[in-house]
């Protein structure tokens, strides 16, 4: 697992790296997994895949390293909006302590749960027990699948913590915005189209959950549960740490 340590680091905001750890990823023989397996089998295979050039898109777009994205679109953010070199100061604080939280939180879970990736869930589909999950030996996802688990998604984790942070910032939900990445697919040479503007923070993480499983790298509970882990560390960080100054 690369960079295992993170789940053990002393978190900047949070008490401990576990706090806010979710309930455990869908049973193999459930019904809510054969629906995430059968849901990113069919759109996140790197070929035959049924995904609409639009999805496609949105994968290659949120490919790019969520750190980076985050801080990209916080500068255009602080220099049309802000004003204030204090605030400027204070808003990049806030989001980022709270996704270096989100990440701690979410490497935490992974060395718990240690669930698998799709990738070799659907390789071995034919031996999880479940009648609903047929395996595919060849099938491999749309990018490649990072080496450390599935569950909760360090992407979503972190983004829905950046994108609550930024409501909790502002005070609201509603706020226009331009986003863009840099990723390069190696295999394919596809580029996203750039950049993306939004008018609400919680219309990206809509994107984001969609875009892993798009990739073929997650299952939509580990989307889902991870947003909504960011979601907490965020506003637990805005409740206790860097109160405005009047």
């Given at each position: 697992?690369?960079?295992?340590?993170?789940?053990?680091?002393?978190?900047?905001?949070?008490?401990?790296?576990?706090?806010?750890?979710?309930?455990?990823?869908?049973?193999?023989?459930?019904?809510?997994?054969?629906?995430?397996?059968?849901?990113?089998?069919?759109?996140?295979?790197?070929?035959?895949?049924?995904?609409?050039?639009?999805?496609?898109?949105?994968?290659?777009?949120?490919?790019?390293?969520?750190?980076?994205?985050?801080?990209?679109?916080?500068?255009?953010?602080?220099?049309?909006?802000?004003?204030?070199?204090?605030?400027?100061?204070?808003?990049?604080?806030?989001?980022?302590?709270?996704?270096?939280?989100?990440?701690?939180?979410?490497?935490?879970?992974?060395?718990?749960?240690?669930?698998?990736?799709?990738?070799?869930?659907?390789?071995?589909?034919?031996?999880?027990?479940?009648?609903?999950?047929?395996?595919?030996?060849?099938?491999?996802?749309?990018?490649?699948?990072?080496?450390?688990?599935?569950?909760?998604?360090?992407?979503?984790?972190?983004?829905?913590?950046?994108?609550?942070?930024?409501?909790?910032?502002?005070?609201?939900?509603?706020?226009?915005?331009?986003?863009?990445?840099?990723?390069?697919?190696?295999?394919?040479g596809q580029q996203p189209q750039n950049p993306r503007v939004y008018s609400r923070f919680s219309d990206v993480t809509d994107d984001i959950v969609?875009?892993?499983?798009?990739?073929?790298?997650?299952?939509?509970?580990?989307?889902?549960?991870?947003?909504?882990?960011?979601?907490?560390?965020?506003?637990?960080?805005?409740?206790?740490?860097?109160?405005?100054?009047?």
């Open positions: 697992m690369v960079a295992a340590y993170l789940g053990r680091l002393l978190p900047f905001t949070l008490r401990e790296p576990s706090q806010f750890r979710q309930e455990p990823p869908p049973q193999l023989k459930s019904g809510k997994y054969a629906d995430d397996y059968n849901e990113v089998k069919a759109l996140g295979s790197l070929t035959g895949s049924s995904r609409r050039p639009s999805q496609t898109d949105t994968a290659l777009f949120f490919a790019d390293n969520a750190v980076q994205y985050w801080n990209r679109t916080l500068r255009t953010i602080a220099d049309l909006d802000l004003r204030d070199s204090g605030d400027v100061a204070r808003m990049f604080a806030l989001v980022n302590m709270a996704m270096a939280d989100s990440l701690i939180g979410s490497w935490n879970s992974k060395r718990y749960f240690n669930f698998w990736r799709p990738l070799t869930a659907i390789r071995l589909g034919d031996s999880d027990g479940n009648d609903r999950t047929v395996g595919d030996a060849a099938w491999t996802s749309f990018i490649a699948t990072p080496n450390y688990p599935d569950y909760t998604s360090g992407a979503n984790n972190l983004s829905g913590s950046a994108t609550t942070m930024l409501a909790n910032f502002f005070g609201t939900d509603k706020h226009t915005f331009t986003m863009t990445s840099t990723f390069v697919h190696p295999t394919t969609d875009a892993r499983i798009f990739e073929g790298i997650h299952f939509r509970s580990a989307d889902e549960d991870g947003r909504s882990q960011g979601k907490h560390i965020a506003n637990w960080a805005f409740a206790h740490f860097l109160r405005p100054l009047h």
